[in-house]
């Protein structure tokens, strides 16, 4: 089954872009309908474009909570007829009423080998803790940050020369394949 893929972002996009890529060359069946970022200073929204993706800016800044930023979030993809959210360096973490309405419709690439090193700053983290191995994960949104059902990991050593600035370009390097990899299985476990 091919998805109607919205990509949510807040920054640069390294990751959106891959996607983009492998939807503009049918290395994934889906389609990226939109790409949607929080930030309207983000360069990620210049890259969409680029590409011939609609795009919008949903400020969250501009509403007076959460709750209506996210039913104008969730509007925006219902009339886009999204059924994949793939968010990708996207910094707000959903509530509970977007994540039920979208339920395992939103996955998340992380910077870690979850359960390991939750949240923000990974890779300092897992360098002053002195890992052996680090890597990514992309997982289900759930309401828990980070917790969601893990669909795919891959793994990358940390060796002692490793910075937090190396150490991020080396998992970033895995990113960018495993979230097209989960994205084409999710294709096959649906048909």
């Known amino acids: 089954m091919a998805f109607?893929?919205?990509?949510?972002?807040s920054g640069n996009g390294s990751n959106m872009l891959k996607i983009i890529q492998a939807y503009k060359n049918g290395q994934i069946k889906s389609k990226v309908v939109t790409v949607v970022s929080n930030n309207p200073n983000t360069i990620g929204i210049k890259k969409a474009q680029s590409y011939g993706i609609i795009t919008k800016v949903i400020n969250h800044r501009e509403f007076n909570n959460t709750i209506q930023f996210e039913?104008?979030?969730?509007?925006y993809l219902f009339?886009?007829?999204i059924n994949l959210i793939c968010l990708a360096g996207f910094m707000r973490v959903l509530g509970k009423n977007f994540i039920t309405k979208w339920d395992r419709k939103i996955i998340n690439i992380h910077p870690s080998l979850l359960?390991?090193?939750?949240?923000?700053?990974?890779?300092?983290r897992a360098i002053e803790q002195g890992v052996k191995y680090s890597g990514c994960t992309v997982h289900y949104?759930?309401?828990s940050l980070d917790s969601g059902e893990i669909i795919d990991q891959d793994i990358v050593r940390v060796?002692?020369?490793?910075s937090e600035?190396?150490?991020k370009k080396k998992i970033l390097m895995k990113e960018h394949k495993l979230y097209i990899k989960v994205i084409q299985k999710l294709e096959k476990n649906c048909d």
Not at 71 to 75: D, G, I
Not at 159 to 162: I, K
């Open 79 to 81: 009339k886009k007829s």
């Open 4 to 9: 109607n893929i919205a990509i949510l972002i």
């Open 115 to 124: 359960p390991s090193f939750k949240g923000l700053n990974t890779h300092k």
């Open 159 to 162: 060796s002692e020369s490793d």
């Open 141 to 143: 949104v759930n309401e």
């Open 165 to 167: 600035i190396s150490l």
């Open 71 to 75: 039913k104008t979030l969730s509007e």
